[in-house]
């Protein structure tokens, strides 16, 4: 009876070891290796973009907005008076096949071992074009009527495609930011999306507390 006893207990003692486990790397900020990746990117490109900012310009980093029951959340925006520029990160290791216009791109990565892993992934043009888009039409929400425009900048360079949309560098964000199209902002409208930025509910949220 002893045996059977403890024989019973093995399931739910392993059980509950794997729900600390659980527990403590929640309690201890625990993050996926993926997780990591992005943020150390992230934090490479912000250092990259605070290099070539100049005094009138303005960078928001990590942040979320919601508009038409669609949330994003964008790595890099950059405001100017010449206008608003998100820059969206992707730390990808491996190589990367996919066209501007696929949906999804194929990732493989070949591991010390010398196995061949792949993965889908989305294509991170398209990702930026849908936050640009939703970027758009949550500051013409609160009447602000503004052109914006995207990028995503690949930590790695293995963008496998050439395209305007494409950063690797410091100077290639300089360029856009400082050399692209001038969209002419007042120092007025770009406090003015500086303000919504910072302070504005999502659109859903103004809705309800009216």
Not at 19 to 41: H, M, N, T
Not at 159 to 164: A, E, I, L
């Amino acid at each position: 009876m002893e045996t059977a006893l403890i024989a019973g207990l093995g399931p739910v003692f392993v059980f509950c070891m794997l729900l600390l486990v659980i527990f403590l790397c929640k309690s201890q900020g625990y993050e996926s290796g993926q997780k990591r990746a992005g943020r150390q990117g992230e934090n490479y490109v912000c250092d990259l973009i605070c290099q070539v900012l100049k005094e009138k310009d303005l960078l928001f980093s990590n942040v979320s907005i919601e508009i038409e029951g669609k949330r994003t959340e964008l790595d890099h925006i950059i405001v100017n008076n010449r206008g608003i520029f998100i820059i969206e990160v992707k730390n990808y290791s491996g190589s990367l096949m996919g066209t501007d216009n696929d949906y999804e791109w194929v990732k493989t990565k070949i591991s010390s071992s010398g196995n061949s892993y792949t993965k889908i992934v989305k294509n991170p043009i398209k990702q930026v074009n849908r936050q640009v888009y939703l970027l758009a039409q949550f500051l013409k929400y609160y009447g602000v009527d503004v052109w914006v425009e995207g990028y995503t900048f690949f930590v790695q360079g293995n963008s496998p495609v050439d395209c305007k949309q494409v950063l690797e560098s410091a100077q290639d964000i300089n360029h856009v930011i400082h050399n692209g199209a001038n969209r002419n902002l007042t120092n007025a409208k770009v406090q003015e999306i500086h303000c919504l930025l910072y302070t504005s509910p999502s659109p859903r949220d103004a809705h309800e507390s009216r």
